[in-house]
């Protein structure tokens, strides 16, 4: 029997609130495993506390998957939670709906326009704004970018979508919504809204004026590891709770969301869900992409191609560790002090977290984008480091171990693809190179910052860790380099 009721499942399973009684205020573009373990189930706690009209439509831009599970089950899912302490679930009742919008925008730009939305949030990856991050604008390059800009008014990409909407809002009279970037990037909300002011100029510049004076993009930081949902998760689910859930999720009891208070048509009362409200957003990010996020590109590159598939056998294999807790250390002394915020207890954690024996987070997943992450996670960090006299040789390590993901040599594992925006341009720089060849196209690459690109100790050592791990076993190169 499919869930479809919560009448269905067992009572001490149900939200604490009748989903049915409350409007929807939220339209989350991107849904995916991440909101549904995130964002969702803190507006289903806050929405417990507080109430309000604050349900989410959830809307798949691309693949029809997330929505085909959702729709039917009438937006109810269950959330498995695992931690040290054992496993607990919790259906959500916070997602009304879920749309996809691929091939056709309308239902989302009406929902999108609709009087009762105050905010859309966003969980699309960091590829999928199209976002020139030098110039603070779009990228005009970007094909969803290119193919909205020709044709605004039927918009597939996020900037288009985000843009028509709020010119429908404009021209109906109506407040803009509050727009809510959840994703992996730097002051995420500074950069969305330069994206947008940007990419409506090039349509509209008197729409792009009132979109600049009137629109908030406040800025987050989220943080909860939560892998893509197996055939176990739905077993699991399904003991459970009694019903079929196909939209079931699994993540970890950790949960952080750092929110700029920045709602002028209002908000769930998130801060009852444990979100914490503050003026100095990027600075709990800087933490959380340099250390969580940095550490975990280093251990999925290094650790697939170790032969461990999940993060929790890297950090089972004791020289791995020790370089993830190297990386860590390293990442938290390029850091400015954080009040109340101890970054050794911080580094304790995240590695206590990466152990989960009951997360089964893939490496080849978080291996996923690098020409994106990197940047943000990695090379960010290097002119602070520098600048404190830090060693760099924990981001040298993740670098080498980046491009040799990249070259796609299979000396040590089977073949396998590289999952990356820029794939095809990587390719080129690297496949059949060796390791000073690979570097020295890297470096010319647009998306590696100049200062970065111009350190050349820097990369005479990354040259010399990836001549090793093109023709070494890696796992050899671990053991080596964590001897050190």
Known sequence: ???????????????????QAHGVGIVHLGLGAFHKAHQAALTDLAMTAEGGDWRILGVSLRSPKASDELHPQNGLYTLIVKGAEGTSAQVIGSVADAICSA????PALAAMAAEGTKIVSLTVTEKAYGLDRAAQGCDVAHPAVAADLASPQAPQGVLGLLTEALRRRRD?????????????LPENGVLLRGAVVDF?????????????????????????ITPAATASTLAEAAELTGCEDLAAIETESFCQWVIEDNFPQGRPAWEAAGAIFTDNVAAFEAMKLRMLNGSHSMLAYAGFHAGCTYVRDVMANP????LVRRHLATAAATLPPISGIDTGAYSDALASRFENPAIAHETFQIAMDGSEKMPQRIFSAVADARAKGVDCRAFTFATAAWLRHVSGATHDCDAYELRDPRASELQAMAAGKDAEEIVAALRGAAFV???????DAYWAEVTGLLAEMLFE?????????AAV
């Open 473 to 481: 076993p890696m796992q050899d190169v671990i053991a080596r380099e």
């Open 449 to 455: 910052p100049p200062a970065v690109s111009a350190d």
């Open 103 to 106: 091939g056709n925008p309308e």
């Open 200 to 224: 409506a100029r090039r349509i509209d510049p008197d729409l792009s004026e009132w979109i600049a004076l009137n629109v908030a993009f406040p800025s987050t930081m989220v943080d909860r």
């Open 319 to 322: 020289p791995l560790a020790k």
């Open 1 to 19: 029997m499919r869930l479809t009721s919560l009448t269905q499942v067992p009572e001490a399973l149900r939200p604490g609130y009748d989903p």
């Open 172 to 184: 109906a009279g109506l407040a803009p919504f509050t727009v809510l970037c959840c994703d992996n």
